[in-house]
């Protein structure tokens, strides 16, 4: 009887250990399985290319997002590095080279001028007594000058003050002249190509603004395709 315990306690501990062995292999075969499907997926050029693209796509999105808060950002600093001249922006008118001031030509978009038909012939810097012609000032402004007009009735115009200006820009490609075709609400007017202020009381700091940002910005190198006036 001992016998047979003993043979059965044999056959139930060899049952017991094939069990177990069966159940450790097969789990180790399930992780050998599951870790292979994941190297096998891992190496998929489909999936690589699936994340790549996920990735460029997130890539982009954040680029135009970053651009969209950005972009009015560069404008606003843009227009405060470089704000607008002062003056407001006349027309320019087509360039008619005339042989003289008594030709004929269409009439100036600007009272005074600020371009079209012009002379070859250059007025001097400095302060004037007289008026110069339209002709000679638009040569005068395509060069790069800047001409302070004066209304010598105004009340607030004295004539000294307008000679010593012309003095303090000794040098400059500047002139300073009376001009009885001012408006009588105009008592200084300023032109440079392209530009005109008009002013109703002298005003020194504004005069003197527009003198160093239009003075010697020369129209000759950017424009060589002036008309020959009949």
Not at 50 to 61: E, I, M
Not at 104 to 126: K, N
Request: positive net charge; hydrophobic residues 30%.
């Amino acid at each position: 009887m001992a016998s047979r315990r003993r043979r059965r306690n044999r056959r139930a501990s060899n049952s017991n250990r094939a069990s177990t062995t069966t159940t450790t292999t097969t789990t180790t075969t399930t992780t050998t399985e599951a870790g292979a499907r994941k190297d096998r997926k891992d190496k998929d050029p489909k999936t690589s290319k699936n994340k790549r693209a996920g990735l460029g796509r997130g890539f982009w999105l954040y680029m135009v997002a970053m651009m969209a808060v950005l972009l009015p950002l560069n404008l606003v600093c843009l227009n405060q590095a470089n704000p607008p001249g002062p003056g407001n922006t006349a027309e320019v008118q087509s360039e008619v080279l005339l042989d003289s001031v008594e030709a004929s030509h269409v009439g100036y978009s600007t009272d005074p001028p600020t371009s079209g038909p012009r002379v070859t012939e250059l007025a001097s810097p400095g302060h004037r007594i007289d008026t110069l012609r339209d002709e000679i000032q638009v040569a005068n402004l395509h060069s790069g000058y800047v001409i302070v007009h004066y209304n010598s009735t105004a009340p607030s115009i004295i004539s000294s003050e307008m000679r010593q200006l012309a003095a303090e820009f000794e040098g400059w490609p500047v002139i300073v002249q009376p001009d009885k075709t001012l408006s009588n609400t105009t008592a200084v007017a300023l032109t440079a190509w392209g530009q005109i202020e008009q002013l109703d009381e002298y005003d020194k700091g504004r005069i003197y603004r527009f003198i160093r940002h239009y003075a010697g910005l020369d129209q000759s190198n950017q424009s060589q395709n002036a008309r020959t006036g009949d």
